[in-house]
């Protein structure tokens, strides 16, 4: 009886084992399902946060991208293809990309800004158990350009040694503007001898040599700065015009009028030129003891013509305040080739007006500046020997402000 009673308990304890054992067997497969249902959707969502992330970093370079373009002052569809390219670059696909400059939402609608949106469907995973079609995941970016300051000389030349230099024991103070170069050279703006400067700040897409102190707002020059654009790089050239104009010969004292001057110019004793647009065909040259003077009027320099002044010259000369060429003095053809041009004069003489020569060298040797400082120059490069004091502020005179380098920031 005993013997019976323990087969008896161990046979139900076996039952006892072998239900528990169907009973997760069961609960289990029933789980399963659900276990790797949300592990699924746990890689899943994690999956569809790290596109995200992606998608975003692809619209910040699109956006970045295309404010390089704007900086360098390219039209609207060079800069949507640039972000586009970007995009495309960074593995947008088969994705859209929208590009608006200026932005058409938020808070720089109004500012120097280029925005890009850009969209991509995911294909789903495990949520296809649940869902059907595909994830839609969306990206902004607004990238805000900022013009650090404004230029009273800069130079245009992307890799010259030197492109700034200021030599000799040259004196030269610029008030509210900045020193440019656009060169990557290490020596792009380099100051040496006994020459005194004092500017706002040096900015270089290259590096700055200094062998003597100056004095700056900024702390310290900025290198490997973004190049800044051509201010004038939209300004038409002036057509010459028939027939060709003549100097009066040797006359001590003569007043010239605007034109085209197929010869060239070759100034001597006292000049008085009329308002207007003067086109020289050659090159210019003022001669020792001339006193050459004329309010508004702009000179254009056609081909690779030059100008040459003595520095025993008075020259007094201002840009027009209104009109087509207003606040420009002087004008180097942008189809020349390299060449240098020379301002020197006493110091009485002015130049009031932009110095534009983006193919030429321009020395600046004279012991002057134009009327309440207001002299700007922008040439390939630049060389100071002489001792000038120049402000920025000369909108009253008709000039344009020039933006030094420019800075992009991705700001939504």
């Not at 293809?81 to 995009?87: E, G, I, K, L």
């Not at 792009?188 to 100051?191: E, L, N, S």
């Not at 085209?260 to 110019?265: N, S």
């Not at 040797?365 to 134009?370: K, P, R, T, V």
């Given at each position: 009886m005993l013997f019976n009673c323990?087969?008896?308990?161990?046979?139900?304890?076996a039952g006892m084992r072998r239900s528990r054992a169907a009973n997760v067997a069961t609960i289990f497969a029933l789980t399963l399902p659900i276990v790797v249902g949300a592990a699924g959707f746990g890689?899943?969502?994690?999956?569809?946060?790290?596109?995200?992330?992606?998608?975003?970093?692809?619209?910040?370079?699109?956006?970045?991208?295309?404010?390089?373009?704007?900086?360098?002052?390219?039209?609207?569809?060079?800069?949507?293809?640039?972000?586009?390219?970007?995009?495309?670059?960074?593995?947008?696909?088969?994705?859209?990309?929208?590009?608006?400059?200026?932005?058409?939402s938020g808070p720089n609608t109004a500012k120097k800004a280029v925005e890009v949106v850009v969209r991509q469907n995911l294909d789903r995973m495990f949520t296809s158990l649940f869902?059907?079609?595909?994830?839609?995941?969306?990206?902004?970016?607004?990238a805000l350009i900022t013009d650090a300051s404004k230029a009273c000389d800069l130079s245009l030349s992307p890799s010259a040694s030197q492109a700034v230099i200021f030599s000799g024991s040259t004196s030269v103070k610029l008030t509210g503007c900045v020193i440019m170069a656009n060169s990557i050279a290490n020596d792009?703006?380099?100051?040496q001898g006994s020459a005194?400067?004092?500017?706002?700040?040096?900015?270089?897409?290259?590096?700055?040599?200094?062998?003597?102190?100056?004095?700056?707002?900024?702390?310290s020059p900025i290198t490997q700065a973004l190049p800044a654009s051509d201010p004038f790089s939209s300004l038409l050239a002036p057509a010459a015009s028939n027939p060709c104009q003549n100097l009066k010969g040797n006359k001590t004292t003569q007043t010239i009028?605007?034109?085209?001057?197929?010869?060239?110019?070759?100034?001597?004793?006292n000049v008085t030129l009329s308002p207007g647009v003067y086109v020289v065909q050659g090159n210019l040259k003022i001669n020792a003891?001339?006193?050459?003077?004329?309010?508004?009027?702009?000179?254009?320099?056609a081909g690779s013509s030059t100008v040459s002044m003595n520095g025993n010259a008075t020259v007094t000369l201002s840009a027009p305040q209104s009109g087509t060429y207003s606040g420009m003095l002087f004008y180097g053809d942008r189809t020349g080739t390299a060449a240098q041009s020379t301002f020197n004069g006493t110091a009485t003489s002015l130049l009031t007006g932009a110095i534009y020569f983006p193919k030429q060298q321009v020395n600046y040797?004279?012991?002057?500046?134009?009327q309440n400082g207001c002299t700007q120059v922008v040439a390939d490069t630049i060389q100071w020997s002489g001792n000038s004091t120049i402000n920025q502020d000369c909108s009253s005179l008709g000039m344009k402000d020039i933006p030094a380098a420019a800075s992009v920031a991705i700001v939504e």
């Open positions: 323990f087969t008896r308990i161990r046979l139900v304890a890689v899943e969502t994690s999956y569809w946060y790290y596109n995200s992330l992606r998608l975003q970093a692809t619209a910040d370079a699109a956006a970045y991208a295309g404010a390089l373009e704007k900086i360098a002052g390219s039209d609207t569809p060079t800069i949507v293809a640039a972000a586009t390219q970007s995009a495309a670059t960074n593995g947008l696909g088969a994705g859209t990309i929208v590009v608006n400059t200026p932005p058409t869902a059907q079609g595909q994830v839609p995941e969306q990206a902004r970016a607004v792009a703006i380099k100051v005194a400067l004092q500017a706002d700040c040096l900015i270089s897409a290259g590096g700055v040599v200094l062998n003597n102190p100056v004095t700056t707002i900024c702390k009028q605007p034109g085209t001057y197929c010869g060239g110019m070759d100034l001597s004793g003891g001339a006193v050459i003077q004329g309010d508004g009027v702009t000179i254009f320099m040797l004279g012991n002057f500046s134009g």
